[in-house]
């Protein structure tokens, strides 16, 4: 299966700031997504990672807070924008590779909003 | 989205077999039954899937009952680095998380 590198894995930010961060894949792979784990709970999905077009977000995330590329098959970023403490969570990169049933999901990005 | 309904937790023996069980009556004729989990401080991983058939791999067994409306997780022999929150989920183009069970192993 695919290996994901995500970058960087934990960070502190001061609220207002908008951090960046990467998903790399050692393969092309047919899909990316991105997904927010809030303390203690199950996975939320935040959108789907189109390369070359814009993203599409779930109900509940906008472009304008989460801003999404992906300008080739192997790499994505998410940001997310000026931050408030309720963003500090895990943020996920996950991908699906042809031939794979399974999703392959990233080591996650710890962020903490002070 | 098809929902799946499984227990909040569960615990089981060290080396002993663990049923995790999944309800999903809304299930359609083309779903594909997923299991992920979830160790502690990690993503998620793959660990089986299905449509109709019981499945075995080296991690477990799906077993899926006959109108699809259920299905089982079984490991057949757990450890403690089994200790996870194991996911049931009802596969679209992309993955949906439910709360999922939270397995504890005694030792």
């Known amino acids: 299966s695919a290996v994901i590198s995500q970058k960087p894995s934990r960070d502190i930010c001061q609220r207002g700031t908008s951090l960046t961060i990467q998903c790399q894949v050692d393969s092309q792979v047919t899909m990316m997504f991105w997904y927010r784990q809030q303390p203690g709970q199950s996975l939320t999905l935040i959108a789907t990672?189109?390369?070359?077009?814009?993203?599409?977000?779930e109900s509940g995330f906008v472009i304008d807070k989460f801003p999404i590329s992906r300008p080739n098959l192997t790499f994505s970023t998410l940001t997310v924008s000026n931050m408030s403490p309720e963003d500090s969570s895990i943020y996920l990169c996950?991908?699906?590779?042809?031939?794979?049933?399974?999703?392959?999901f990233g080591s996650g990005t710890r962020l903490t909003v002070v | 989205d098809a929902k799946t309904t499984q227990p909040n937790s569960m615990e089981s023996n060290e080396e002993e077999p663990v049923h995790l069980p999944c309800n999903h009556s809304t299930i359609s004729g083309t779903d594909y039954i997923h299991w992920y989990r979830q160790l502690p401080s990690q993503g998620p991983e793959y660990v089986i899937h299905g449509l109709t058939s019981n499945v075995n791999n080296r991690m477990a067994s799906l077993a899926i009952a006959e109108d699809r409306k259920s299905s089982t997780l079984i490991l057949h022999r757990a450890t403690l680095r089994d200790a996870a929150v194991y996911y049931c989920?009802?596969?679209?183009?992309?993955?949906?998380f439910g709360k999922g069970t939270r397995l504890h192993i005694l030792p």
């Open positions: 990672a189109n390369q070359g077009s814009e993203a599409t977000y």
């Open positions: 989920i009802l596969r679209d183009d992309k993955i949906i």
């Open positions: 996950s991908v699906i590779t042809p031939g794979q049933y399974g999703y392959t």
